[in-house]
T-cell receptor, first 112, second 111 residues
């Protein structure tokens, strides 16, 4: 049984570009949350998707957007990339709201 | 606003010693508290989850306690091993299902 899978593993972009990160939840999970982890910091909540809707959002600008598909997989899109967007982006899935979240290995995004 | 603080930020101990990692949070209205392990460049592995109604959880050499009223949790690691070297993150979940993380404690077990 595959856990949470994220792609790509690593990504290098330049300032001003746009990026899409992908996440496949653990089998049986319908809720996906995204987190940003800067170097030396704890992960910070970006947003959560449930039933293909953004259920709630952390303190991130509108440049960060997402989507959830009918098969529960999810994408995180970031527009107009800034140097400060360099981080490990983690996806977590759970079998509903307020259930334990299982994390993927993340996508390491580097902005040059 | 919920804030999570972990002390110490880094810790080095000789192999075989018992150790305690500390976590504090400002809002006691939590749904649960989790301890995670993170290896360099990797994702998070959940170690222990304590529901708000529980006082502690144990898994092997790990024991986590929760004192919700004082806003504190500890992670106790018995008989430490070099393989325990990692960053340990404390995280609380409020009823809105957002997980708020501390910055972590970087643990190094000396062989």
């Amino acid at each position: 049984d595959a856990g949470v899978t994220q792609s790509p593993t690593h990504l290098i972009k330049t300032r001003g570009q746009q990026v899409t990160l992908r996440c496949s939840p653990k089998s049986g999970h319908d809720t996906v949350s995204w987190y940003q982890q800067a170097l030396g910091q704890g992960p910070q909540f970006i947003f959560q998707y449930y039933e293909e809707e953004e259920r709630q959002r952390g303190n991130f600008p509108d440049r960060f957007s997402g989507h959830q598909f009918p098969n529960y997989s999810s994408e995180l899109n970031v527009n107009a990339l800034l140097l400060g967007d360099s981080a490990l982006y983690l996806c977590a899935s759970s079998p509903g709201i307020n259930q334990p979240q299982h994390f993927g290995d993340g996508t390491r995004l580097s902005i040059l | 606003k919920q804030e999570v603080t972990q002390i110490p930020a880094a810790l080095s101990v000789p192999e075989g010693e018992n150790l305690v990692l500390n976590c504090s949070f400002t809002d006691s209205a939590i749904y649960n508290l989790q301890w995670f392990r993170q290896d360099p460049g990797k994702g998070l592995t959940s170690l222990l989850l304590i529901q708000s109604s529980q006082r502690e959880q144990t898994s092997g050499r790990l024991n986590a306690s929760l004192d919700k009223s004082s806003g504190r949790s500890t992670l106790y690691i018995a008989a430490s091993q070099p393989g325990d070297s990692a960053t340990y993150l404390c995280a609380v979940s409020n009823r809105d299902d957002k997980i708020i993380f501390g910055k972590g404690t970087r643990l190094h077990i000396l062989p």
